[in-house]
């Protein structure tokens, strides 16, 4: 399943804009794993960034889930400093050096205070995925992914371990997902992954598709091409090794554990050795 290109941004049909009615904004919604994330900036440039960057994930007609206002300025630039993610009084706060950010679930709405740049923007819409998607049984993983023959394929490892290398190997007959950070949705007695623009060292959006999970690789680059099994316990704590998990939470926490068990007992685990040559793909069917 994947979405087409749709037509221009009609932001007029969106009421409850959070800024004056005197100030001029921008709007674009990004949408992942079929969540929409309305962003709204004064600085049509921004705009026009965002609408580049998130180029196949824009949405046109989708009415969004959550709104940020998003505040371009002389912000700070280093991402050297820790990322933090808290709860406070039912709101999340989210802050690093080049970026600090509110988020009140409940009430969908929330805002950014960023310098004019895509990486702040990128950090926040993963962060806030990944909390979406922890109550949801789902999770964001360190994994290429593509689909094939109507399934998905991850292929799961830290850098390194040749998530790009898979990805860049894939014949024509795969559709790429990701080739760095993987969106995986509980979907009834199963999984599915979706496409995100979240892009490694191939530096390629990945489509947006989703279909159900079909194996999940963990990758081990060796001699031969080979697939072994794997203990589920061993391929658990695989799988929470390389989930993407910002948060302070606890309780999140263990729904986070509680979804990478639930994963690896529905969906098959298995290990890859493989070479970098294209035959590589003969294993995945």
Request: aromatic share 10%.
């Amino acid at each position: 399943m994947c979405r087409r290109a749709e037509g221009p941004w009609n932001a007029s049909k969106y009421e409850g804009n959070e800024l004056s009615p005197a100030i001029q904004t921008h709007e674009v919604a990004i949408e992942i794993g079929g969540i929409p994330v309305l962003l709204r900036t004064e600085d049509a440039s921004f705009r026009d960034l965002l609408e580049n960057r998130y180029a196949g994930f824009v949405s046109r007609t989708a009415r969004p889930k959550f709104e940020f206002d998003v505040d371009v300025g002389p912000h700070g630039a280093s991402t050297d400093e820790d990322l933090q993610v808290k709860i406070q009084a039912g709101k999340w706060l989210l802050w690093r050096g080049d970026f600090n950010s509110e988020w009140d679930p409940r009430a969908g709405k929330g805002w950014i205070r960023q310098s004019a740049n895509p990486y702040s923007i990128d950090s926040v819409l993963r962060i806030v995925h990944s909390l979406i998607l922890a109550r949801e049984g789902g999770f964001l993983v360190h994994s290429a992914s593509a689909i094939r023959t109507g399934r998905a394929f991850l292929f799961s490892g830290l850098s390194g371990a040749g998530k790009t290398t898979i990805s860049r190997l894939a014949p024509s007959d795969v559709t790429l997902l990701t080739d760095e950070i993987s969106y995986v949705r509980r979907d009834g007695e199963g999984y599915r992954a979706c496409g995100t623009p979240f892009a490694g060292e191939l530096a390629r959006l990945g489509e947006n598709c989703s279909a159900p999970v079909a194996t999940l690789f963990f990758l081990e680059q060796g001699p031969k091409n080979q697939i072994r099994p794997i203990s589920s316990a061993d391929a658990v704590r695989r799988l929470l090794r390389n989930i993407l998990f910002f948060a302070d939470d606890p309780d999140l926490v263990k729904l986070v554990f509680r979804s990478a068990l639930d994963f690896v007992t529905l969906v098959p685990v298995r290990r890859m050795t493989f070479l970098p040559d294209e035959r590589v793909w003969e294993l995945v069917d």
